[in-house]
């Protein structure tokens, strides 16, 4: 994630990722595990509704962390390539 966001392909905050998704920018979207119950709800149907896929991981330190940040609730992959990339890294941490 910290290659992805020195190329300038992760945004981060709520009105940032929510602005991404909109606009179809986002390839996938991150939310912290210890985000409240309502903002990963948020997402969840946000993605959902736009086929953008989602992946809850980490603590919002730990994803401020590797973006080179203060704490992150989420953040989105507006690259392709990296999106494509971190998921599969997830998804092989997640099982």
Do not use: W
């Amino acid at each position: 994630m910290g290659l992805a966001a020195k190329a300038g392909s992760v945004v981060s905050g709520e009105f940032s990722v929510e602005k991404a998704i909109k606009e179809g920018k986002a390839h996938l979207v991150i939310v912290a595990d210890d985000a409240s119950e309502n903002t990963k709800k948020h997402f969840q149907d946000m993605c959902r509704f736009r086929n953008i896929p989602i992946r809850f991981f980490g603590t919002k330190e730990t994803i401020g962390q590797c973006i080179g940040k203060t704490f992150r609730a989420n953040l989105a992959l507006t690259d392709a390539g990296f999106a494509e990339s971190i998921k599969k890294k997830i998804d092989g941490i997640n099982y």
